[in-house]
T-cell receptor, first 110, second 114 residues
Framework: QKEVEQDPGPLSVPEGAIVSLNCTYS??????FMWYRQYSRKGPELLMY????GNKEDGRFTAQVDKSSKYISLFIRDSQPSDSATYLC??????????FGGGTRLMVKP | GAGVSQSPSNKVTEKGKDVELRCDPI?????LYWYRQSLGQGLEFLIY????????KSGLPSDRFSAERTGGSVSTLTIQRTQQEDSAVYLC????????????FGPGTRLTVL
């Protein structure tokens, strides 16, 4: 079993929909949780960064971490075709390498 | 401001040749990481540098892989005697302080071993 699990998708939604992306993790030592967006043939771009449990909002994006259930979520409101990309969740303990989920491919149809 | 830069963006080489991949981290970032992204394997950690400390090499897949970081800035990942299974995108990331957790990635070098 991988330390961070993520449904690969693809997830296809109509423009304007609310998107929910999820990951689970197994390592209790993880303290930092990140979501990256990766467009085809580009490097991952940091979207959201949270420490420990709780919610964080940035524009149309909301990240949630529930350490009790080891569950990480990213919500995208009013999704746009430009949001079509692969979304990667990642976690680490301070100073250590990131452990990534396999990525979820999202397609937002106009 | 300038982000993480990597060169070359693409590299095609023949099996058995050595290759060098370069990473220029964000100025002032003390931590530097190398990852590899391949189909079916996702993103895998290779090696990590923090300041002047000994690097964490625990992710290097074989002794054909090595990396150095000169002057606490630029890093070079070297793969000796390349094999076809080394074909992947090699990504570099940097962090202001490793303890902060967040890492910023470069565009990657796409390596193809024929």
């Amino acid at each position: 079993q991988k330390e961070v699990e993520q449904d690969p998708g693809p997830l296809s939604v109509p423009e304007g929909a609310i998107v929910s992306l999820n990951c689970t993790y197994s390592n209790s030592a993880f303290q930092y949780f990140m979501w990256y967006r990766q467009y085809s043939r580009k490097g991952p771009e940091l979207l959201m960064y949270t420490y420990s449990s709780g919610n964080k909002e940035d524009g149309r994006f909301t990240a949630q971490v529930d350490k009790s259930s080891k569950y990480i979520s990213l919500f995208i409101r009013d999704s746009q075709p430009s949001d079509s990309a692969t979304y990667l969740c990642a976690s680490n303990n301070a100073g250590n390498m990131l452990t990534f989920g396999g990525g979820t491919r999202l397609m937002v149809k106009p | 401001g300038a982000g993480v830069s990597q060169s070359p963006s693409n590299k095609v080489t023949e099996k058995g040749k050595d290759v060098e991949l370069r990473c220029d981290p964000i100025s002032g970032h003390t931590a530097l990481y190398w990852y590899r992204q391949s189909l079916g394997q996702g993103l895998e950690f290779l090696i990590y540098f923090q300041g002047n400390s000994a690097p964490d090499k625990s992710g290097l897949p074989s002794d054909r892989f090595s990396a150095e970081r000169t002057g606490g800035s630029v890093s070079t990942l070297t793969i000796q005697r390349t094999q076809q299974e080394d074909s992947a995108v090699y990504l570099c990331a940097s962090s202001l302080l490793a303890v902060l957790g967040e890492q910023f990635f470069g565009p990657g070098t796409r390596l193809t071993v024929l």
